[in-house]
């Protein structure tokens, strides 16, 4: 039988509850925004006792469906002040799934000055006091919870940042082979150190090996139908498998959308040597895996495992973004520093987006060079990740540095760092920074499938028209998507191939025996982000938050010359649904 799980950190105490029936269609972000909006009180303090931290599975999480092993985290951000959903690959949704537990709620904030770490099996809730891992990092942490409580287990962690409460800090999450993914953004990890839980086991041992379904065989038909279109789209089933998400890094700067320089160029000039196909031929030469699934059952497997010159492992989940940030943004042409420099945020428990703008920033002030990526290692281990005072003021993120050293080029909307496609160059993206319920953030609608990569027709990338419908429909279709636990990348066929949304609606219907139909789902997009909206709202938020920084508007990027010109009344716009 499906539950809520509730621990309540001020009492140290767990309950059970059934699955309410206004909650009982919702997974992934829906029930995260949907629990966030409901029971946090939106001026409240994000790092205070009145916050709540939201784990939930995905409609299909537990099942055979590809791709389908996200798990989604909720709060209000420390951050942005915004509500905050954000999503990892990893073990902890098909163990959660199989313990029947559709939401982990953690609220309140325990008395005194101790740790503690809870433990999630079919019996029930355990919460300890932890003393042997604190100040641990992430890697240390996922090899003393699986000394202690056996290979098997899902580990879901902060390391040092999170244990700060610094505003760049990530939650991280085990993968099925022992490596670390992180649910990155939005400072989530601070908000679980607020709780002081150092880290969640979950043991779903003695549960089934899936979850039930109300009809297998019409599930099983309609999963091979959506995996076919996983494979059969260019994108999922050969750029994304043979070169990563950095497959982009020569795609996006060839467009004129790669900031370099803290957003001052739109093309580096050492590309080359940060690429997706650099980057494979190196993992290859290297011994490493240039292929590899975040979670059981992904069958893009975008991800990968990097190893350094002596063939040992360095990082894995090398993404596009973080490649971008740590390496062009901030003009380090090095991949190996770069590589280096991710491990390390894995380790202390970072956001790497959102270090690589802060970075960028900090470049700028003169904190340190552009380029040294030696130094930028030095300051992520011993300055962030030991809580020095110039450490605290990096860990609070990109808008934070920029504030204290008195910076007009702060590349921030709503107080998060701007992801790896300028907004001057690649229009339709920069209408998704503007008016996410999230601030800035790529995935929340990709416009770059249809502006750059012509997935779903094409809309010109320097030119206004269309760029709102675009970014509207996108985000709406991302809302439905990230509520069932899927991997966003199942946009690319899910744009061009009918039948990969259909299939996807098939399996939902077969797993609860219900009949949902596509409006039902575009419907469900369209209520995930109002309820945000109206959160972010009640917060403080109003219709001028939805704005880029000023500098995007006077300063034209090269090599188009692009400027951000749209106007506040035409953004606006985007609400009109
Ligand atoms: S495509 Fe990549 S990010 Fe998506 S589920 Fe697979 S490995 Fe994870």
Redesign the pocket.
Known sequence: MDKIVRVNMSTLTSSNESVPEAWAGLGGRAMTSTIVAEEVPPTCHPLGVNNKLVFAIGLLSGTSAA?SGRLCGGAKSPLTGTIKESNV?GTAARQLARLGIRALIIEGMPPGDAWYNISVTKDGITIQEETALMGAGNFAVADGVRARYGDRVGVMSVGPVGEMRMALANISVRDPEGKLRSMGRGGLGAVMGSKRIKFIVIDDTGTPAAVPLHDPEKFKAAGKRFTKTLQEHPVTGQG?PTYGTAVLVNVINEAGGLPTRNFTQGQFTAHDAISGETIHDTIVARGGKPKH???AG?V????QVYNDADGKYLTSGFEYETIWGLGANCCVDVLDDIALADNILDDIGGDSIEAAVMFGVAMEAGVLEFGDGKEMCRMLREEIGKGTPLGRVLGGGAANVGRIYGLTRVPVVKGQGIPAYDPRSIKGIGVTYATSTMGADHTAGYSITTNILNVGGHIDPLKKEGQIELSRNLQIATAAVDSTGM?I?IAFPGLDIPDCLAALVDMINARFGISLTMDDVINLGKYVLKTEHKFNLAAGFSNEHDRLPEFFSLEPLAPHDAIWDFTGEELDTFWNF
């Open positions: 791709s690959g994304l699934g975040c979670h992904c893009i497997q975008c991800s991997c990348f």
